[in-house]
Structures are given as C-alpha cells and as structure tokens.
C-alpha cells in the first residue's frame, strides 16, 4: 500500500517560474492537507481539501493555489515562485476532515527557489 | 490565535536517558493532543495522542502527561534509544479545527 505519494522529491526554480507540485492518496480518504516545513517554525497548512471538489486556505496561502483533481489527488501550484517559497512541502491526507483523524504524510518535496 | 509552543528545539541525551519535550498552548478549548514523530527524510507520523480528561497515556517507552491548569502537555522516552533519534512535533486541536502544530523538538540519543 503506498500511502501518500508525492511527487517530485526534489526541485530546484528561479525566481519567477512556475511549478505544479503533485500528491495522490490511495487510502480512500476525503480530506487532503498541503504543509510547508520550515526549520523552527513547525508544520504550516498551505490549502485543504476536506473533501472532493472543496478547497480552503489555510495558514499561509499566499503566493499558491490548489486543486482538488478527484477524490485520490491534490496538487499544489506556484504561479511565480519567490526565494521565501524555499521549504520542503508536505502533502497529508485524512480519513475526514475531524480533528482527531490521523493524518498521514508523505515522504515531502524539498524545493529551492534561487 | 491559536498557538502551541514547543520546548526545546533540540536535545542530545545518551542511550538508556529519558528526553522530555515540552509543549503549552493558550486556546482553553483545545480537547486533542498529539504527538508525531519524522525521521530524516520522511513524513511525519502519529506517534501517540491525548485528550484532556486523562493526565497521561503511555504506549511503550512514549508517555504524554497532561496539566490542564497550567495549560501544558509533554512526551517522555523512557529508555531512549539510538533510533528514537528524529524530530518531534506537538500538536493541538478543539473538535471543528484544524491540527495546530509545534515548532519540532530534534532529538539526538547517542549511542
């Protein structure tokens, strides 16, 4: 079972591309997150998904947008990406949108923006 | 808004030690706190979770102890191991919200 698959691992932009960043879920789940990880500032939600054809903003929505593609995918895009986008994305999904759902990450795309 | 502050950043103790992360929050209506581990590299999983009717929970060597009055709640390791080593993260939720998280605690256990 793969859980929460995110792709690319690993992305390297300059300032001012753009770039889609992909995540699908085979755990039959309704709710879908999209985290950035920055060192001392914890995990930040990006956009949600509590369930197909749904998104919200989160946290720190600013400078991407999401898109809720069916039940099992949830990308994340950068329209013009900024060096302050520079952080390791996390894609998680949920079983639904309850707060004690446990969450299940994926493995994370590291991305610089030079 | 809602917050929840994590203690220490990091923390290196020795095989058999017993590291304990800390963390407080300030929303009173938070009833859900778990804990989640992440290794190098990896996402970040359920570790062990707690709700504010019970002081603590153990599962294994991971213990969460809850004090409601003083609004904090921490991870014990007992007999921590060289593979405990990975960054740790709290987190807090009231039923409707969403997962509020810590700033990570980086544990270390040397050999």
């Known amino acids: 079972n793969a859980g929460v698959t995110q792709t690319p691992k690993f992305q390297v932009l300059k300032t001012g591309q753009s770039m889609t960043l992909q995540c699908a879920q085979d755990m039959n789940h309704n709710s879908m997150y999209w985290y950035r990880q920055d060192p001392g500032m914890g995990l930040r939600l990006i956009y949600y998904?509590?369930?197909?054809?749904?998104?919200d903003k989160g946290e720190v929505p600013n400078g991407y947008n999401v898109s809720r593609l069916n039940k099992r995918e949830f990308s994340l895009r950068l329209e013009s990406a900024a060096p302050s986008q520079t952080s390791v994305y996390f894609c998680?999904?949920?079983?639904?949108?309850?707060?004690?759902?446990?969450?299940?990450f994926g493995s994370g795309t590291q991305l610089s923006v030079l | 808004q809602q917050q929840v502050k994590q203690s220490p950043q990091s923390l290196i103790v020795q095989k058999g030690g017993i590291p304990i992360i800390n963390c407080a929050y300030e929303n009173t209506a938070f009833d859900y706190f778990p804990w989640y581990q992440q290794f190098p590299g990896k996402g970040p999983a359920l570790l062990i979770a707690i709700r504010p009717d019970v002081s603590e929970k153990k599962e294994g060597r991971f213990t969460i102890s809850f004090n409601k009055s003083a609004k904090q709640f921490s991870l014990h390791i007992m007999d921590s191991q060289p593979g405990d080593s990975a960054t740790y993260f709290c987190?807090?939720?009231?039923?409707?919200?969403?997962?509020?998280f810590g700033e990570g605690t980086q544990l270390t256990v040397n050999p």
């Open positions: 998680a999904s949920s079983e639904a949108m309850q707060p004690t759902g446990k969450l299940f």
């Open positions: 998904s509590a369930s197909e054809g749904t998104t």
């Open positions: 987190a807090a939720s009231w039923s409707g919200s969403r997962l509020t």
